[in-house]
């Protein structure tokens, strides 16, 4: 086994991962990355292709299961509502996600003192706001200042996407309703950012983006940070996190050809996402720690969150061009999102308009699936016809309250390619999120009644959705309830962190990767700060 | 079928005669004549673009041969309707194969006049709706929608509420 050292090693190189690396190398640390996936290889993002649709789900795949690359673990979801999906490689879940933009509410960090439910996050909107800035700086954010659903500040870097015929038939229609809405704010350019390029439209952001518009940490982060000395080492799956007692003394990981390698490392910072990071720490049991590492509290796997996803379409007759435009999203609203006693659910939803893509994309199960109008047969040609270029969609993101049943364990009977046992869900979407999304779909399909859609076709929960691995590690201020504090770092041990979306307390009802960044920011600097002032207590395991 | 597969010369590596012929009738059983576009056949599906397609798609060869295999040719309608009825995801597998190897015709693309995944440029421009006098000023007029929270500071760079 090959040994050797680093100041830190950070276990997985996705949205956490990148944004963590390059702000630890850019501040002098040796930082050593294993990452179990490869880079993503763009000579398949095939958007300029007639075989486009024919492909996007082969390389791009977005469910492991189905995936089923060297690097991807298997997820058996054989008892969860939603199927988890992820981006087993350099960029993460950034490579595949659509890139919607939404920074949490205030409010969203207060759950239990508003609304009874869940818990309060230990921090703040206002502590958060300027990492937020600063990770619409460095991921090229594009949409605009102003927006009434939170407090003002500094707005993104670039302007908004074009909001297009459809954006513009569904804004009128809002006003005409009274409801708010706002430019959408996507984590794609719109001109030439730093890396980036403006994007073209294509409506292909979540099957490789060709000319690397979309923000995605492989892009925005890393070649930065290998710059500044960051060593990524890709095909290197961690099987365990290494203790001493209380201390984290390092990782061991396996590469691609079956080797087995140690990294020892004076801080251990896990960004596997909210399964990978879990499953980790549960394998990484020791006699010392027999329920997984930094698990004193029990909570390591638990209050799983996958957001809840709904779809509801809207059929014009006028061609609204919905084949393409970044995707992303055109507009969004929150005019639901804030808690109303009188609709019989706490929380909310936000929605985004979004295109729906070629033509292949509408012949699949959702929301298409669930029209009356059917499909196949003598249907084809004429519901074929209608949908493409006229059909808008809503996408609503429900927040997902924290439920101790709803669990990351280890599989019994799945294992990786490695031989080191898969991860198992156990995940129920609770009432609240089904009357919440209930009312969602009915002002959705209201607005686009208001609008002149001929036809709405509504998809509510769909299955294949978890994309949203969240809180399976959760931050907290009391040991005994939660696995870190604010800032990433384990109760049990101290120089141990987790600075993916595990910690989070409560879900939010928006995409989550405006949160996530800045979480990683907020949890580097402080990370940097504590260490600064304590090198001497990493080095010896005493809590800084 | 346009070409006889006894004729054609068409790899028997992908699909056998009898498979063929099975898509064909499949084919024109999803995708009928008679509609406003082309047919499944007159789109040639079964003598080409089902070969274009594995070619992209090898992933998708045995399962589908096994549909083939299990199919009711002497009533396609039926067994469809009961395969999308009792295992949808089969049915989903089916319909994506036809229908992708459908949309790889040009004929069937140039009836929807589609192009593809046609990027249109643009620069950042200000958009008029976004401007003073355009969509967005009854949601600025209307104020803050979001619910205020009140903070006061702990002393250690977090934060503890009061409200």
Partial sequence: MST?????????????????????????????????????????????FPDYEVTADRYWARDPNTRRAEADYPVDDTDSDISALMWNGVGGGTVLYSAK??????????????????????LSYEDLEPYYVEAERQLGVSGLAGNPAYPAGEGPPNPPVPIRAAGRRMAKALNELGWHWWPGGNAISTRDYRMLSPCRQHGTCMSGCPEGAKASTDLTHWPAAIDRGADLRTGARVTRVLVRGDRATGVEYVDREGRLHKVEARAVIMCANGIGTPRILLLSATSEHPDGLANSSGLLGKRLMMHPFGAVAGIFDEDLATHSGSWGQQIQTMHFYESD???????????????????????????????????????????????????????????????????????SDLADSDGLPGARLAYTVDENSKRLMDFHVARAVESFEVAGARETIVGPH????????????????????????RFGRAHDIPNLFIFDSSTWVTSGGVNPAATQAALALWSSDAFLRQGQLSRRDLRTGAAA | MTTSPESSGLDQTVLTDEEREAVYLIGETLIPEGGSGPSADQAAVATQFIDRFFELRPDLHSGFRELLAEADLKRPREWCERLERQRPADFSTLTFVIAGAYLLSPKARGWLKYEGQVGEYQDGSPQPEYAEGGLLDPVIARGPIYRATTWTRDGTGGAAATG
């Fill in chain 1, 462 to 485: 769909v299955r294949a959705s978890g994309w949203h691995l969240m809180g399976t590690a959760v931050m907290g201020d009391d040991p005994a309830r939660s696995v870190t504090d």
């Fill in chain 1, 101 to 122: 933009w939404h920074r949490m509410t205030p409010g969203d960090f207060r759950v239990r003192s508003h609304d009874g439910v869940a818990d309060d996050w230990p």
């Fill in chain 1, 341 to 411: 006693p009188a609709r019989g659910f706490v929380r909310g939803a936000k929605w985004g308009l979004q295109p729906t893509g070629g033509p292949l994309g509408l012949t699949r199960s959702y929301p298409w699936g669930q029209s009356p109008e059917p499909m196949w047969f003598e249907n084809f040609h004429d519901t074929l016809a209608s949908r493409l270029g006229h059909a808008p969609m809503w996408s609503l993101i429900a927040e997902d309250l924290p439920h101790e049943h709803n669990t990351v364990t280890l599989s």
């Fill in chain 1, 4 to 48: 050797d050292q680093a100041d830190v090693v950070i276990v997985g190189a996705g949205l956490a991962g990148g944004i963590t690396a390059a702000t630890l190398t850019a501040a002098g640390l040796h930082v050593v990355c294993l990452e179990q996936g490869g880079w993503p290889d763009y000579d398949k993002a095939r958007a300029d």
